[in-house]
């Protein structure tokens, strides 16, 4: 009887064991493609991008606005068929607990946006009233898709949509004739301007809401501050307050992935703008905002956001990314007024 009970209380806890080693070994591989799908896709050379693009429409020819549409083209592709593909749309582990790389998506993914309404609005239109490009009016608004959707149309499905009108755009720059309408792209300084006023807006923002991680931070409309006791005027003017704490990492990777397509897709516009540049002697001032984002994409070394006071002993991560899109975003103030003179 003793002995019988002794071999149930082994075989028990031989059963707790091998339950215990089952979710061990579960819970390492759920940190391994964790730390995997979580890590930051790399940079990327625009001008070979383009030329393995163009080997496949089997052509050399590489006419003005291809490189700047392949960019948007393999940005989308890249958060499409990173490692882990495309995380923010996951509903289980271990995406569903990647914040981080989720923020990065989204950060990158307003940068497409921005980017590929400036192809269809302004890039290839001569004049307000010029009809728009049929392939880059089916482009645009897949890319504008719900950037969380797990279900029927899922969001890859959408935006892969979106990639392939973009390459039709591009064919089309390259071959045209009889039934097949040529496409335009016009790298004039006017459609410039344009587009990088929304780029100051972005960066604008994304310096503010860094800077707003620290204590102090809080930001009160400007009639509150003159006189406190006398009601705001506007009451649609919030202020700004401090982040919370467990969003200040997800800020902070929004603008690594912001600065992160906003990096090649100046690369593009120094490719293809490269003729208007010089001539307003503006190539320097694409130069620094270039610069300073390739500073904001230094390797983070902590494995935890680090969040320290303005001059206190621990730095700043937050702060440090500010400055750098801050000094960016006052190179695009100078590039505006460049392409704004006649």
Do not use: C
């Not at 050379?45 to 392949?70: C, F, H, V, W």
């Amino acid at each position: 009887m003793a002995s019988s009970d002794s071999f149930e209380d082994v075989k028990s806890r031989g059963i707790l064991w091998g339950f215990g080693v089952v979710v061990l070994i579960s819970l390492l591989v759920l940190l391994f493609l964790g730390a995997w799908w979580g890590s930051e896709p790399k940079q990327f050379s625009i001008q070979d991008e383009a030329m393995e693009r163009a080997k496949i429409t089997k052509t050399t020819d590489i006419p003005l606005g291809y490189t700047y549409t392949n960019t948007l083209a393999h940005i989308a592709e890249v958060l499409l068929h990173k490692s882990g593909g495309y995380i923010t749309n996951d509903v289980a582990p271990p995406g569903v607990f990647l914040d981080n790389i989720s923020a990065f998506e989204y950060g990158a993914l307003v940068m497409l946006r921005d980017a590929t309404t400036a192809l269809r609005n302004h890039f290839t239109r001569d004049q307000s009233q010029s009809d728009e490009d049929p392939d880059l009016k089916i482009a645009e608004p897949y890319f504008y898709y719900e950037n969380d959707s797990w279900a029927l149309p899922s969001t890859e499905a959408e935006y892969q949509k979106g990639i392939d009108a973009l390459h039709k755009y591009m064919t089309r720059l390259q071959k045209y004739g009889g039934n097949v309408k040529r496409a335009q792209f016009y790298s004039r300084a006017d459609n410039l301007w344009q587009y990088t006023e929304v780029v100051i807006k972005r960066l604008g923002n994304l310096s503010t809401r860094l800077s707003a991680s620290t204590a102090g931070a809080t930001l009160i409309p400007g009639m509150a501050v003159i006189e406190p006791n006398v009601e705001v005027r506007n009451a649609k003017v919030a202020p700004m307050t401090e982040t919370p704490w467990l969003l200040i990492d997800d800020v902070f990777y929004e603008a690594r992935g912001s600065s992160w397509a906003l990096l090649h897709i100046l690369r593009a516009i120094k490719y293809d703008f490269h003729d208007i540049l010089l001539d307003k002697r503006a190539m320097n001032t694409v130069d620094i905002m270039i610069k300073a984002l390739e500073n904001a994409l230094s390797p983070v070394l902590s494995p935890m956001i680090l969040n320290g006071s303005g001059y206190g002993v621990t730095a700043n991560y937050s702060l440090t990314m500010a400055t750098y899109i801050a000094r960016a975003n006052a190179a695009a103030l100078d590039l505006r007024d460049i392409m704004n003179r006649g």
